[in-house]
């Protein structure tokens, strides 16, 4: 993982949900390491939650949204559900310009 983008992992108590936390900017340099790492943490974690805090992502281009519908549509197929939350305003706009906002649990564009 590059020095500009980040995750971070954090456990909860329920026993349900696994939250990963990213931040830098999102790109297509780092969009498949970005996927790569959080696909196989939704796949070999016991939780049923994946919540991606993407608050601190100050950049995110189309393929690394790409790279996120990936991640959610493998942990999906596994039983692992995931959100995205507390978007910073890029993000929050990439996802509703492109009609994703539902997918990731997110309010669509007004």
Do not use: C, H, W
Request: no cysteine; aromatic share 4%.
């Amino acid at each position: 993982m590059s020095a500009s983008t980040v995750i971070t992992y954090e456990t909860s108590d329920d026993g349900v949900t696994l939250r990963a936390a990213l931040s830098g900017e999102l790109d297509l340099a780092y969009a498949d390491e970005v996927r790569d790492d959080l696909t196989a943490a939704a796949l070999a974690s016991a939780y049923r939650l994946l919540r991606i805090d993407v608050s601190d992502v100050t950049m995110i281009d189309s393929y690394a949204l790409g790279a996120l519908v990936s991640v959610r549509n493998a942990a999906v197929g596994a039983g692992v559900a995931v959100t995205l939350v507390n978007p910073s305003p890029p993000v929050l706009k990439a996802i509703q310009v492109t009609g994703l906002a539902e997918v990731f649990g997110l309010p669509p564009l007004d």
